[in-house]
């Protein structure tokens, strides 16, 4: 899981999140995003999978993003800014698959998150969070298939890895990584985390500070 990610941007990644997160701005559309600034980190998955709740393990703060047991909770792109100096955002997004909202509804929410993720320059990676007890579904190919499309890079992150015995996580982080083969555009290794235990939440954030890094050269 630490692939890559020494003790130095596990340390890097620390003192990012250890600064001032706060909100900026939420967009119900792509005509009403923020002016383009410094670099944007966006977090997509299917509804419920936690991305909301991964912003809050990763800022260390409970009720930064807000988060539902239910379905459908973030219903509009939500910008969190990071601390001064470091010009990094993090894109909350509205869950896809929700299918018990009104057909016009997921419509809307669908154009919006494929629209945003193909025409946003400042975008510089996206996570597509899995649940971990479910593996990529198909709804989420279609996302996958749109961020091949665009210029960004993304990486899959593994969710709620606190409700799956090792054994059964092994292999679901081996076949998440064989179906990512055919996505040549997608990091070939996965991350794997739990918010409600904190694994992987270092890892996820050494990830970023390296990112940023690699933007400032
Ligand atoms: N066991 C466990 N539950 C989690 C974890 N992360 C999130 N959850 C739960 O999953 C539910 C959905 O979490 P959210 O963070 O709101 O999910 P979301 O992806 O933002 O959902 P939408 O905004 O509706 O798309 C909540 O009940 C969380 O407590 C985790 O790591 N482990
Ligand atoms: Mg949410």
New binding site residues.
Partial sequence: MTTGLDAELIEQGRKLFAGEWQFIWASPSIETLPPMAGLEVA?A?????????????LTGRSTL???????????ELIFFEGPKGADVRLV?????G?ASAPKARIASWTSLIHDFLLGRATLARVYV?IDARHGIKDIDKTVLGTLDRSAVSYQVVL?????VKAAEMAERTDTTRTQLASHPAAFPDVLV?????G?GIPELRAAMARLIGEHRR
């Fill in positions: 977090f998955g299917r509804s419920n999978v936690g991305k909301s709740s991964l912003i809050n393990a993003a807000r988060t539902s047991r239910t379905p459908g909770r973030t219903q909350d997004m509205p869950g896809y929700f969070l969710t709620k890895a606190d409700e985390t739990s918010s409600r235990t694994g």
